[in-house]
């Protein structure tokens, strides 16, 4: 009796000094132990991690010790396979990630039905070398995919959090008391207000922010979805809500531009939306709230009442001017936090810039225009030269009046085109003027007219072969005298006056916009 | 802010997609660029940022995949993504649709689906930036077509 109390104390003193985690899960998957260095690695006291249960998941959740159970959780195979290894972790309250390497070994009782599990974790952070992606971890390939789809997720997460609602402005204070009303009561929520506001964002943020929810997020667009796509992202949430395990699990179908829905899929939610499958939170997003077009006859009122129990109401920028600075100032540091380059902020001319442009485009505009005005920034402070011009120009224009605009020439256009489709068919028919006029559907004898009427000379024989498939021999090389390609293919080749192809042809169809931005 | 302009890009190795989403597709449909890397879809978002990105992943592949296609929602707002992945990304299939995924194509049968999203959200803005001469002569389909280049490394692969 003695010398097993004196084991159980050696035991315990082993435990409670070694540097390695160790702990001990029933056959439920419940925390029945852990030693204090366990306690140190999750930042938790071993009252609250204890009788925590641990379940195969990768969600997010905002309930920490829901969320460090489920990254100590080992792979559901161990009790049928034995021991093996695997990579437990998860993500810190301060965004980093932590994940290490995990022995398991199944411990069998003296009851047949009763089993243990012993983790025994590495003492380290599970190294990574230059370039992979993953520590490698001799497991499964769903045990690989599981491990990863935790990190992707909980990278995913960090984005999405209440601090990153930034603004002084009673716009924006309100928006914050908006959404943490939201996430308390777990209604279905719909976030309205212009497009590029960020109302996805919000809504994401309402999902990671929710404390019983660590599914997934379903989102569906529903401007461009039909009937079957709509039905495919059902199924796709019907299985997210499967993996993401038990109640109170929650999956969160996120039904962007809820405005744009058609009428046939807007028939086909409300018979889903009428019989919800337990677990799921549904959020949307809209240009126009949902229930004043109900009431207009516009969107079907049964739906706009069970989507839309809170709504938010997201600022447009315009009207909280004083905030973006500070949104400003945020993506900078984003930046910073993202590359190697690190800036301190903008100058305040350019933030007087900022602040005073309409931000047509929202938020998404702004962070375009910053994203911008810091890769091209050589310093370390964002000036007015920075930003791109289409913002200098906005300011500018303000200074100055409104230049005509330039007319379109109509027989340069139609002249132009000719020269280009008589060209590009002589070129693709290898200077046959016969095939040609074949092929652009004209006689002989007017295509030798119209080229001599454009004063066209015959395409040289290494004419530019790349649109000409139906070419025997082998490709010649490339020509100077190609015609104009679209920008998106590859670089505009250089003329002889040193201008781009684009530059030298006239584009009609480009009008002076006086300096403002489209 | 200016007009998004969009295309229609499909990321993928082999061309098979490319050749049955060009099958599914009415011959008035949006014109197919496929593409081999990311280093060719990145130009061309930056013309037209609010394209249409088909990707394909597979069980190597997926997480660089799901790394790009993140980084150009977050980086092109208007820009809208499906994945075309391979049986054995299945389970993925939720995630996928988590990081933006307007859509997934785990065989070919659901392209047609696929395709008439993309059509759909293509059809919301004006084709790419084009000369009044390119947009001509691209309804007839005689700019150059893309040539995707198979000695191209792929990012990130």
Redesign the interface.
């Given at each position: 009796m003695s010398r097993a109390r004196s084991n159980i104390q050696v035991l315990s003193r082993l435990l409670a000094t070694t540097s390695q985690p160790v702990y001990l899960l029933d056959d439920r998957r419940i925390l029945q132990y852990c030693n204090p260095a366990l306690c140190d690695w999750t930042g938790l006291d071993a009252g609250r991690i204890q009788s925590a249960r641990c379940d195969y998941h990768t969600g997010v959740d905002g309930n920490e010790v829901m969320r460090i159970a489920a990254g100590l959780c080992p792979p559901p195979e161990v009790f049928e396979v034995g021991a093996l290894s695997g990579l437990v972790g998860f993500r810190r309250d301060d965004g980093s990630s932590t994940q290490r390497l995990a022995h398991f070994v199944p411990l069998s009782g003296a009851d047949a039905d009763a089993s243990l599990l012993l983790a025994i974790v590495a003492s380290h952070d599970a190294e990574r070398k230059p370039g992979d992606s993953a520590p490698s971890v001799p497991t499964s390939v769903a045990n690989q995919l599981h491990a990863r789809l935790r990190e992707l997720r909980n990278a995913l997460g960090a984005q999405h959090r209440l601090e990153q609602l930034v603004g002084e402005s009673p716009a924006a204070r309100r928006l914050r008391e908006q959404v943490s009303v939201a996430v308390q009561t777990g209604a279905p929520v719909t976030i309205c207000g212009p497009a590029g506001a960020g109302r996805e964002h919000v809504a994401r943020t309402i999902h990671v922010a929710r404390a019983t929810g660590h599914g997934g997020i379903i989102p569906v667009d529903c401007a461009i979805v039909d009937v079957a796509s709509l039905e495919a992202a059902l199924q796709a949430l019907r299985k997210s809500l499967s993996d993401a395990g038990q109640p109170p699990a929650v999956v969160s179908l996120l039904l962007l531009d809820l405005d744009r829905l058609t009428s046939e899929c807007q028939t086909q939610l409300l018979r889903w939306v009428a019989a919800p499958l337990p677990g799921v939170s549904l959020l949307a997003t809209a240009g126009r709230s949902p229930l004043a077009l109900a009431r207009h006859g516009e969107f079907q009122g049964a739906l706009a009442m069970a989507l839309s129990v809170i709504e938010v109401e997201l600022p447009r920028l315009v009207d909280r001017p004083d905030d973006i600075r500070l949104l400003a100032q945020l993506l900078v540091e984003q930046q910073n936090a993202r590359g190697q380059r690190q800036l301190s902020g903008f100058v305040p001319e350019a933030l007087n810039l900022l602040s005073a442009y309409p931000w047509p485009g929202e938020l998404d505009e702004l962070t375009q225009v910053v994203n911008e005005a810091v890769a091209h920034c050589p310093g370390a402070v964002v000036g007015v030269s920075d930003l791109p011009a289409s913002i200098r120009a906005w300011g500018q224009a303000q200074h100055r009046l409104r230049p005509a605009e330039r007319p379109i020439k109509f027989d340069d256009v139609v002249t132009e085109l000719q020269r280009e489709l008589i060209t590009s068919a002589l070129a693709r028919c290898r200077n046959n003027r016969a095939k040609a006029a074949e092929r652009l559907g004209l006689s002989r004898a007017r295509l030798l007219r119209l080229i001599e009427q454009l004063g066209l000379v015959a395409p040289s024989p290494d004419w530019d072969p790349v649109v000409d498939e139906e070419a025997d021999s082998p490709a010649p090389p490339r020509a100077s005298n190609r015609p104009p390609e679209a920008s998106d293919s590859m670089p505009s080749q250089p003329t002889t006056e040193g201008l781009t192809a684009s530059e030298a042809r006239p584009n009609f169809w480009e009008v002076d916009d006086g300096g403002e931005r489209g | 802010?200016?007009?998004a302009r969009a295309?229609l890009l499909i990321w993928e190795r082999h061309g098979i997609w490319s050749r049955a989403w060009r099958s599914a597709s009415t011959p008035t449909a949006c014109r197919v660029?496929e593409l081999r890397g990311a280093v060719e879809v990145e130009?061309?978002l930056e013309?037209?940022r609010a394209s249409f990105i088909a990707i394909e992943c597979d069980?190597a592949n997926w997480?660089?995949r799901?790394h790009a296609a993140?980084k150009w929602a977050r980086?092109y707002?208007?820009v809208?993504f499906a994945m075309l992945a391979c049986p054995?990304l299945v389970?993925?299939?939720?995630?996928f649709?988590?990081?933006?995924a307007?859509?997934?194509a785990l065989e070919l049968r659901?392209l047609g689906?696929v395709a008439?999203?993309a059509q759909?959200?293509l059809s919301?803005y004006r084709p790419?930036?084009?000369?009044?001469?390119?947009r001509?002569?691209?309804r007839w389909g005689?700019?150059?077509?893309?040539?995707p280049d198979h000695e191209r490394t792929e990012w990130n692969s």
């Amino acid at each position: 009796m003695s010398r097993a109390r004196s084991n159980i104390q050696v035991l315990s003193r082993l435990l409670a000094t070694t540097s390695q985690p160790v702990y001990l899960l029933d056959d439920r998957r419940i925390l029945q132990y852990c030693n204090p260095a366990l306690c140190d690695w999750t930042g938790l006291d071993a009252g609250r991690i204890q009788s925590a249960r641990c379940d195969y998941h990768t969600g997010v959740d905002g309930n920490e010790v829901m969320r460090i159970a489920a990254g100590l959780c080992p792979p559901p195979e161990v009790f049928e396979v034995g021991a093996l290894s695997g990579l437990v972790g998860f993500r810190r309250d301060d965004g980093s990630s932590t994940q290490r390497l995990a022995h398991f070994v199944p411990l069998s009782g003296a009851d047949a039905d009763a089993s243990l599990l012993l983790a025994i974790v590495a003492s380290h952070d599970a190294e990574r070398k230059p370039g992979d992606s993953a520590p490698s971890v001799p497991t499964s390939v769903a045990n690989q995919l599981h491990a990863r789809l935790r990190e992707l997720r909980n990278a995913l997460g960090a984005q999405h959090r209440l601090e990153q609602l930034v603004g002084e402005s009673p716009a924006a204070r309100r928006l914050r008391e908006q959404v943490s009303v939201a996430v308390q009561t777990g209604a279905p929520v719909t976030i309205c207000g212009p497009a590029g506001a960020g109302r996805e964002h919000v809504a994401r943020t309402i999902h990671v922010a929710r404390a019983t929810g660590h599914g997934g997020i379903i989102p569906v667009d529903c401007a461009i979805v039909d009937v079957a796509s709509l039905e495919a992202a059902l199924q796709a949430l019907r299985k997210s809500l499967s993996d993401a395990g038990q109640p109170p699990a929650v999956v969160s179908l996120l039904l962007l531009d809820l405005d744009r829905l058609t009428s046939e899929c807007q028939t086909q939610l409300l018979r889903w939306v009428a019989a919800p499958l337990p677990g799921v939170s549904l959020l949307a997003t809209a240009g126009r709230s949902p229930l004043a077009l109900a009431r207009h006859g516009e969107f079907q009122g049964a739906l706009a009442m069970a989507l839309s129990v809170i709504e938010v109401e997201l600022p447009r920028l315009v009207d909280r001017p004083d905030d973006i600075r500070l949104l400003a100032q945020l993506l900078v540091e984003q930046q910073n936090a993202r590359g190697q380059r690190q800036l301190s902020g903008f100058v305040p001319e350019a933030l007087n810039l900022l602040s005073a442009y309409p931000w047509p485009g929202e938020l998404d505009e702004l962070t375009q225009v910053v994203n911008e005005a810091v890769a091209h920034c050589p310093g370390a402070v964002v000036g007015v030269s920075d930003l791109p011009a289409s913002i200098r120009a906005w300011g500018q224009a303000q200074h100055r009046l409104r230049p005509a605009e330039r007319p379109i020439k109509f027989d340069d256009v139609v002249t132009e085109l000719q020269r280009e489709l008589i060209t590009s068919a002589l070129a693709r028919c290898r200077n046959n003027r016969a095939k040609a006029a074949e092929r652009l559907g004209l006689s002989r004898a007017r295509l030798l007219r119209l080229i001599e009427q454009l004063g066209l000379v015959a395409p040289s024989p290494d004419w530019d072969p790349v649109v000409d498939e139906e070419a025997d021999s082998p490709a010649p090389p490339r020509a100077s005298n190609r015609p104009p390609e679209a920008s998106d293919s590859m670089p505009s080749q250089p003329t002889t006056e040193g201008l781009t192809a684009s530059e030298a042809r006239p584009n009609f169809w480009e009008v002076d916009d006086g300096g403002e931005r489209g | 802010m200016a007009e998004a302009r969009a295309r229609l890009l499909i990321w993928e190795r082999h061309g098979i997609w490319s050749r049955a989403w060009r099958s599914a597709s009415t011959p008035t449909a949006c014109r197919v660029h496929e593409l081999r890397g990311a280093v060719e879809v990145e130009p061309l978002l930056e013309t037209a940022r609010a394209s249409f990105i088909a990707i394909e992943c597979d069980l190597a592949n997926w997480e660089s995949r799901c790394h790009a296609a993140l980084k150009w929602a977050r980086d092109y707002g208007q820009v809208r993504f499906a994945m075309l992945a391979c049986p054995e990304l299945v389970p993925l299939e939720p995630w996928f649709r988590e990081i933006g995924a307007v859509d997934v194509a785990l065989e070919l049968r659901d392209l047609g689906r696929v395709a008439r999203l993309a059509q759909r959200h293509l059809s919301r803005y004006r084709p790419a930036d084009l000369s009044p001469v390119q947009r001509c002569l691209e309804r007839w389909g005689w700019l150059p077509e893309f040539k995707p280049d198979h000695e191209r490394t792929e990012w990130n692969s």
